[in-house]
DNA sequence: CGTTTTATTCCATTTTCTGGAACTGATGCT
DNA sequence: AGCATCAGTTCCAGAAAATGGAATAAAACG
């Protein structure tokens, strides 16, 4: 009955630990293939994240080289393309380059992207007050996922990438996210996921878990006490909804040789005005509590 | 036999002549639908189109009631752009807005548009300089297509978009790339276009369009002297190309009560020295002569 | 003018999209 | 607590679109 689309999942791939060793790009380009998606339209979109990294022109043929994709497919994409005015030929007919369109389209997506910008002011800022990385997240499905994140410019430093999840029962925003919830709806979560084991932190135990949000759920904060990656301090605070229940966190998370609990709660008076600029952000960019206009 | 696809066609509606009369918006909101596309990949674009204007969240309903499309199918365009990371559901799960993936989409897209971006600072020049509205045109298909356009600031002004299209035989632009062609390509091109009458002087009458291309083939530059649009002077000359023949024209237009042909003339040299420079850009920008690396 | 390279069209097969109807879960009201 | 309401989600059979190998057309080359 898991009806789970293919996500990032919590590859620890991904979080990478830069202990003493920062900014490692791998930045190792394959020249292959790089068209993927599930669907025809992904594809396409896929396409244009290829056009998009273009600096000139390009030709069919030249697509086709570098993708792998088959000739007749690729001409279907750019023609659609062309014809919708996302693409325009130049000069002769076979050197594309973008069209107004898709430029209007991208002008558009960056102008109106008020409310992302403003939440990673928001998050710049405290990171820049307290010194560590902090990110925001949200409840996704049964997993916590980092919306933005902004990292600490101390050389010793957790590596993770927004939008990769991580489970909730070892993270300090997951632990709010279920405190929050009706007793009914978190038992109803609770039994999807497996208490998976990450460190011996982990609280893998249901009541042990249950006992821990209760306390989380009164304090009003949660840590992620090296319950998901060793060496890892979390805590995290609630940012407060304008009606019913919050899904969004804030949270600070450091090394254990740096961060300590004492320390982390010291945060905590920063970490809630935070959330509470952020809480105001969002009550201005939200359509409304009731639905539609006339 | 003809396989046209649709376009933007010169629909006059677009031509607007503001005569003292500037900054005439309509601006009408239609508050209803706006999905469009002939294909589904293209309604998604569409769609994105619709997203990228808000500047705040939106939720599935919402959406319905705005586009007018029905729920599942909102509802499963929407879970795809989330599942590919280019939407994010922002903490209740309710409301959506842009995912990382789209914002660096969007970020691409502007960033690496050097060669617009170049061409187009040309063009402003150009306008600064000889104080009328310039474009910069390419023959697509058997139409010729405005790639971009600089208004001047004169308040008697011709409007025209960027993204339209005029007929060959009556655009100064168009009866260039005509000269530049052999003959037989010409005579292909002319078999599939009506030489349809605009205005008086438009050049109806196949014999006298080979006189005036000859002519204009020598000249090295073209008129429009009211042959599309009353009261519409235009000089263009070709934007000079590395290999091969051009395909992009760049024009000056301007309304005849202050444009003469004498007059036009006198911007030859500048306009001339305007295209050189959008010739040097395309050319740095193109992939080279050959097609492939290894 | 023949040769090569690239663009375009064809089309049978496979895959995806579509949207009405039914279902589920959440919220609100009594 | 129990029912009403509303938004979100799933189902599924018919309709539409994508796929890509092979053939064809059109330029560019020499």
Redesign the pocket.
Known sequence: ?L?IKFRNYYNLDQITTCIENIAMKPDMKPEIAKIDG???????LSLLEVIAEKDRFF????L?EETG????????????LETAGMLQ?DG????YGTGVRLRRLAENLLLNNTVQGARHAVLSQLVKEIGESCNITALSGNEVLYLDRVETQAPLRFYLHPGSQVPVHCSASGKLFLAQM?P??RR??LAHVSLERFTHNTLTDLSLLEEEIERVGSAGHAFDDEEFLPGLLCIAVLVPAA???SNLGLAVQGPTMRLSREKALSFLPALREAAQSIAAIDAEATPD????AS
Chains 1, 2 share one sequence.
């Open positions: 009955m009806s599930d669907t025809p339209a992904l594809r396409l030709t069919l043929q030249g086709v994709l088959p000739k007749p497919t690729l001409h279907r994409m750019l023609q659609q030929r002769d007919n076979r050197h009706k009914a709806q109803r979560l009606r019913g229940r509590g009731n639905a539609s």
